[in-house]
């Protein structure tokens, strides 16, 4: 078995870049990138009205709980691109790893170390192009994902679904790719795992989100990583993928460990792109942009790579990405509020608080996970 696989990263994006400035104002922004972007100042403009991903009609009915201090005393770690500060979370950052083994897809040339920090993927380098010629635009994909998770409620910029987690980056994906290898090893030292060379982490995770996937195959190292983390009590949560395709296909979600979140859109339908079948165990807000952009899920994004000042940014995406942390920032919930029950009883219970938003006799409903229910079920 090659266990150098890529994986290829769950952001589907739109056609251009607009940024808004806190007034509002649309700026157009001549760019190559693929992304759309909005521009926040701290402290000014809210953007919970766009959080349809987060309310009861659409989403995940988060705004049916007080959830301020839903995850306190919650270790949450993302195996991602790694993390950039943001006013949303920085206060709560604990010290992470970079796994990341190969200089190239690293950025940094530097090989592992405790250096988490997100240098954007947008390079020279073939594998990270868009189809069209042009280098692919730095994505900020672990950024982005910790702000579903654990963004602060402050009534500025977005909400996390648990506001007070702590989050522990681990950096396992670089430019435009990961190997296989640095993923599972990332997911086992997240879990309180010995990895070579390494210190020990002293912030054992509770959740651990991985939103990576490719099309092959289960990868026994990424299927043995995922279950030595479940043996040593973390909720392991995994992005079914974007391929519109049974999700038996899809490497890590076939190797039958973790939870697997398939995505949805705001019509409460499975999202044209995501994934299905008997592999995908809960369904959560994944966004579709194909018609308007805020319809897709916003977070945080850095801005640091345009022509911004200032790095406290905001992007909506779509994808099986943003499902999966909505599922995550769920069992921090969970487990914060004092449940300690196994994860075959967390899965249970997501199941159990899942129900249909979607319009009567849609044919493509999918079952979207109540955060609300799920939290009172457990809450003591």
Not at 151 to 161: H, K, L, Q, R
Not at 264 to 271: F, I
Request: glycine share 12%.
């Amino acid at each position: 078995m090659n266990h150098l696989s890529k994986f290829s990263l769950f952001i589907v994006c739109v056609v251009s870049v607009v940024a808004l400035s806190a007034t509002g104002v649309p700026t157009n922004h001549a760019s190559s990138q693929t992304e759309e972007y909005w521009k926040v100042s701290p402290g000014k403009d809210d953007r919970s009205l766009d959080q349809w991903n987060l309310s009861r009609k659409s989403g995940i009915a988060i705004d049916d709980y007080e959830i301020d201090s839903l995850g306190a005393g919650i270790v949450v770690a993302v195996v991602d691109t790694g993390v950039n500060p943001h006013r949303e979370f920085t206060d709560r950052m604990l010290p992470g790893y970079d796994f990341v083994s190969d200089p190239v897809i690293s950025g940094g040339g530097d090989g592992r170390d405790p250096d988490v920090s997100d240098p954007g993927s947008s390079v020279e380098d073939p594998s990270c192009r868009d189809g069209k010629g042009a280098v692919a635009p730095a994505s900020w994909h672990g950024t982005y994902v910790y702000g579903i998770i654990a963004a602060e409620n402050d009534g500025a910029g977005i909400s996390g679904v648990s506001p007070s987690a702590k989050i522990l980056p681990v950096r396992a994906s670089g430019n435009c790719r990961e190997d296989n290898p640095d993923v599972a090893d990332g997911i086992i030292w997240a879990s309180g795992g010995q990895v070579t060379n390494v210190p020990s982490n002293k912030h054992v995770a509770d959740v651990i989100v991985v939103s990576l996937s490719e099309s092959s195959k289960c990868d026994e190292w990424l299927g043995s990583a995922i279950n030595f983390a479940e043996s040593n009590g973390s909720s392991v949560v995994l992005s079914a993928g974007n391929k519109g395709v049974d999700a038996k296909l899809s490497n890590p979600t076939n190797c039958g460990h973790g939870i697997s979140v398939g995505a949805s859109d705001k019509n409460g339908d499975m999202a044209y792109y995501s994934n299905w079948g008997e592999n995908v165990d809960v369904w959560a807000p994944g966004g579709d942009v194909r018609t308007r952009v805020q319809d897709g899920i916003p977070s945080s994004i850095d801005l640091s790579s345009g022509t911004w000042e200032g790095r406290d940014g905001y992007g909506y995406y779509q994808g099986s990405s943003p499902a999966a942390p909505h599922v995550a920032g769920v069992i921090a919930g969970m487990k914060g509020s004092g449940f300690d029950g196994a994860n075959d009883e967390i899965q249970e219970i997501l199941l159990g608080c899942s129900r249909s938003i979607a319009p009567e006799g849609s044919a493509r409903a999918v079952p979207i996970l109540n955060a609300a229910c799920a939290i009172n079920t457990v809450k003591t």
